[in-house]
């Protein structure tokens, strides 16, 4: 408790905040962060960059249409089969009568 009082009173003087600010630590501190956060998007941007000028996003597309033709064709022979065996019991049935 004695420690968040002393804490607070630090946080709330201006003049030992701006010292605080001022000296080389705490601004080396701040040109590190900056730095590895740009350094960071940088990276990022380059790595997007280079997955848009890679054929992979296409290959990628091309992949996803021919499963959803092989789906749409494996769709409509299942429901041709399936009316067919319909048929053929409805034939049998009508036989059977």
Same mark, same amino acid.
């Given at each position: 408790?004695? *420690?968040?009082?002393? *804490?607070? @009173? *630090?946080? $709330?003087? =201006?003049?030992?905040?701006? !010292? /605080?600010?001022?000296? @080389?630590?705490?601004?080396? #501190?701040?040109? *590190?962060?900056?730095?590895?956060?740009?350094?960071? !998007? =940088?990276?990022?941007?380059?790595?997007?960059e280079k /997955?848009?000028?890679? &054929?992979?996003? $296409?290959?990628?597309q091309q =992949? #996803?249409?021919?499963?959803?033709?092989? #789906?749409? +064709?494996?769709?409509?022979?299942?429901?041709? =089969?399936?009316?067919?065996?319909? !048929? &053929?019991? $409805? &034939? +049998?049935?009508? +036989?059977?009568?």
């Open positions: 408790m004695p *420690l968040r009082v002393l *804490l607070r @009173y *630090l946080m $709330n003087n =201006e003049q030992l905040t701006q !010292k /605080l600010a001022e000296s @080389y630590p705490v601004r080396r #501190a701040a040109q *590190l962060t900056a730095y590895v956060f740009h350094r960071g !998007k =940088e990276l990022g941007e380059d790595g997007v /997955l848009r000028q890679s &054929d992979v996003v $296409n290959r990628v =992949e #996803a249409q021919q499963s959803g033709q092989r #789906a749409s +064709k494996f769709t409509s022979t299942f429901k041709r =089969e399936l009316q067919e065996g319909f !048929k &053929d019991i $409805n &034939d +049998k049935i009508k +036989k059977d009568r």
